[in-house]
């Protein structure tokens, strides 16, 4: 079946580490998209990639990193640099043809203590 | 930049109709999609508007005026399973391709 994996679906850290969330999809879309969702807002696009080895910042980019070696692959990584890291965590992807969606992975929940 | 406005709550009952609306403002508007996203679970795809007018799907149906900066999704008979969030958001070539800007989303209850 094709789709998009997060892993894991909770994740625990202490404030100060940093953290790698992991994002797969088979579905040989091209384009691959980090957002964070927090309660009451919408979703807020963190980072984006249209091709392997080429990513861009999104609106809240401060305290994360991205790398895009893979086409299937896009691993977001919390650093403690990011001064409110505890949110959903929402990974996406899509086909370069802009009147197609984007498909959505099932989260990840991470929260720093 | 970018802005969207939908109502944070609306309830319903189960069999009838629910629109719920959506308004926005930004410059390079070339599309509006409409996402259901059940609490902790992933958004998935129901609608996309780029021209003006309505666009059926089964119980689900979106419409879109973009001189208006307007567009609603109507759900028909509801069920206890529609009770969900839905996500209005716009794409905007000025963001970069295929990038969606979101709104903060509808949470819909639907009782029996």
């Known amino acids: 079946d094709g789709g998009i994996t997060q892993s894991p679906k909770y994740l625990f850290r202490k404030e100060g580490q940093n953290v790698t969330l992991s994002c797969e999809q088979n579905l040989n879309h091209d384009a691959m998209y980090w957002y964070r969702q927090d309660p009451g807002q919408g979703l807020r696009l963190i980072y984006y990639s249209q091709i392997v080895n080429d990513f861009q910042k999104g609106d809240i980019a401060e305290g994360y990193s991205v790398s895009r070696e893979k086409k299937e692959s896009f691993p977001l990584t919390v650093t403690s640099a990011q001064k409110n890291p505890t949110a959903f965590y929402l990974c996406?992807?899509?086909?370069?043809?802009?009147?197609?969606?984007?498909?959505f992975g099932p989260g990840t929940r991470l929260t720093v203590t | 930049g970018q802005n969207i406005d939908q109502p944070t709550e609306m309830t319903a009952t189960e069999g009838a109709i629910v629109q719920i609306n959506c308004t926005y403002q930004?410059?390079?508007?070339?599309?509006l999609f409409w996402y259901q996203q059940h609490a902790g679970e992933a958004p998935t795809f129901l609608s996309y508007n780029v021209l003006d007018g309505l666009e059926e799907k089964g119980r689900f149906s979106s419409f879109l005026s973009r001189s208006k900066g307007y567009s609603y999704l109507l759900l028909k008979e509801l069920q206890m399973k529609d009770s969900a969030s839905y996500l209005c958001?716009?794409?905007?070539?000025?963001?970069?391709?295929?990038?969606?800007?979101f709104g903060t989303g509808t949470r819909l209850t639907v009782i029996p």
């Open positions: 958001a716009v794409r905007d070539d000025l963001r970069g391709a295929n990038n969606l800007f």
């Open positions: 930004t410059s390079g508007f070339n599309g």
């Open positions: 996406a992807s899509s086909t370069r043809d802009t009147t197609y969606e984007q498909y």
